[in-house]
């Protein structure tokens, strides 16, 4: 089991960047598929990133590709997702969350597939 807490939301004018963090309290990190949604008032939460065990997989949404990165450090139980070029469609509360832990590499963009979340952190984009 996993508990998760985000980080790093706050304001930004459009054009801007801003990073988030998830950091990853228990056992075995690197045994889970971690993925990032978004939630927009009035919105169903919907997928924004995801990256495999290893790292290695990737996938994002299209609304947030050539934008968005995801990635890991495993050593320090920490995902991230850096967020350049922003918009104010990009305004919402985002959500980390964990899949696992299993063994194989791959990466999900189901929300229903995650078992653990996290309590979200929100991102505002100012015109």
């Known amino acids: 089991q996993v508990q998760l807490e985000e980080s790093g939301g706050g304001l930004v004018q459009a054009g801007g960047s801003l990073r988030l963090s998830c950091t990853a309290s228990?056992?075995?990190?690197?045994?889970?598929?971690m993925g990032w949604f978004r939630q927009a008032p009035g919105k169903e939460r919907e997928f924004v990133a995801a990256?495999?065990?290893?790292?290695?997989?990737?996938g994002y949404a299209d609304s947030v590709k050539g934008r968005l990165t995801i990635s890991r450090d495993n050593a320090k139980n920490t995902v991230y997702l850096q967020m350049n070029s922003l918009t104010p469609e990009d305004t919402a509360v985002y959500y980390c969350?964990?899949?696992?832990?299993?063994?194989?590499?791959?990466?999900?963009?189901?929300?229903?597939?995650?078992?653990?979340w996290g309590q979200g952190t929100q991102v505002t984009v100012s015109s």
């Open positions: 228990g056992r075995a990190f690197d045994r889970y598929s």
């Open positions: 990256v495999s065990r290893s790292g290695g997989r990737t």
């Open positions: 969350a964990a899949d696992g832990p299993y063994y194989i590499d791959y990466v999900t963009t189901q929300p229903s597939t995650y078992e653990y």
